[in-house]
């Protein structure tokens, strides 16, 4: 099972809204990553967290807040967000984030829309 | 750092027919390379990778190719299918202790009935 699950699907939200965008594994990955990716490109890396610590911040404007609550649970927390913040939010998992083969498993995403 | 490019944005090819997509990297100390499969509306999905120390692997109806002289991988799609169209990312992993992945701009594959 290489299942990676985030939630909601689909998120509408004002720009002076707070909400969360959930994420889940039960593979017993060690290292759990969030991404942005805009129409027709490339994922981004925004956060990642190994060991449940916050070990990469790619320069996210404060707005994004990363929680890792557990080693199965990855949050993302939003506030007062911008249209242009509008994307796919992408959460992935890895075994062990300094081990050589270390392949990322990604969940289905979550489609964000900032009104 | 490490730049990540794809040859073709767009490729189209017959069902039946083999595809071959292609992807530079620019770091000579890359020592890991993935190819994930994007279709509309999912996640990336892992495809096959390969280790810096082997020049080409296998697996179900794919093949990848790294060549380190070059700086140069592909994926090779044996018999494309209806079910093969997709966006295609290269993402290479740098030697380190980050071991982040950098994903190139991808390619949108489209089979032709």
């Given at each position: 099972d290489t299942e990676v699950t985030q939630t909601p699907k689909h998120l509408v939200m004002g720009m002076t809204n707070k909400k969360s965008l959930k994420c889940e594994q039960h593979m017993g990955h060690r290292a759990m990553y969030w991404y942005k990716q805009k129409a027709k490109k490339p994922p981004e890396l925004m956060f990642v967290y190994s060991y449940e610590k916050?070990?990469?911040?790619?320069?996210?404007?404060?707005?994004f807040s990363p929680e890792c609550p557990n080693s199965s649970l990855l949050n993302l927390h939003l506030h007062a967000l911008q249209p242009e913040d509008s994307a796919l939010y992408l959460c992935a998992s890895s075994q062990d984030p300094g081990v050589g083969k270390n392949i990322q498993y990604f969940g289905a995403g979550t489609r964000l829309s900032v009104l | 750092g490490e730049s990540v490019g794809l040859h073709l944005p767009t490729l189209s090819v017959q069902e039946g027919d083999n595809s071959i997509i292609n992807c530079a990297y620019s770091n000579?100390?890359?020592d890991y390379f993935i190819w994930y499969k994007q279709e509309s509306g999912k996640g990336p999905q892992f495809i096959i990778d390969i280790r810096s120390n082997m020049d080409k692997r296998q697996g179900q109806r794919v093949t990848v190719l790294l060549n380190k002289t070059v700086k140069h991988l592909s994926l090779q799609i044996a018999a494309t299918q209806p079910g093969d169209s997709a966006v295609y990312f290269c993402a290479v992993v740098s030697s380190g202790s980050a071991r982040q992945l950098t994903f190139g701009s991808g390619t949108q594959l489209t089979v032709l009935p």
């Open positions: 916050l070990s990469i911040n790619e320069s996210v404007p404060s707005r | 000579s100390a890359s």
